[in-house]
């Protein structure tokens, strides 16, 4: 039981109510926990973090990415961390002579170039 400004509040016997407000809270002894998980349960790192690997100029990507990406990104904004990699179907082969790597991407030399642009 908790007296406060004159009125009595008891703690109620379900435990889902316990955390309505903070007289509820102290009735039923549990500020603390209501404070920790329940009152303030986000902060800033508590973002879901998603990474979406893509080839630049792959049309069902780019499609993907300014329809269904750009929609949710923009409504799930303030819980959301994401991360977009430029990734896609690039065969790399070392050449011996000249000791460089050669990468060979799905969409040809411009994907390859977009790839490296996006990644800086």
Request: charged content about 15%; glycine content about 4%.
């Amino acid at each position: 039981m908790c007296i406060s400004g004159g009125l009595t509040t008891n703690c109620p016997s379900s435990s889902e109510k316990w955390c309505e407000s903070e007289e509820i809270a102290q009735a039923c002894r549990v500020t603390n926990q209501c404070k920790s998980y329940v009152w303030n349960v986000r902060d800033e790192n508590d973002k879901v973090n998603v990474t979406l690997y893509y080839e630049t100029l792959c049309p069902y990507c780019q499609q993907f990415i300014t329809t269904q990406v750009a929609q949710a990104f923009s409504t799930i904004l303030d819980i959301i961390n994401i991360t977009l990699v430029p990734y896609g179907n690039a065969h790399e082969t070392y050449q011996p002579d000249t000791q460089l790597y050669q990468y060979v991407c799905q969409h040809g030399a411009d994907e390859c170039l977009g790839n490296l642009i996006h990644v800086k």
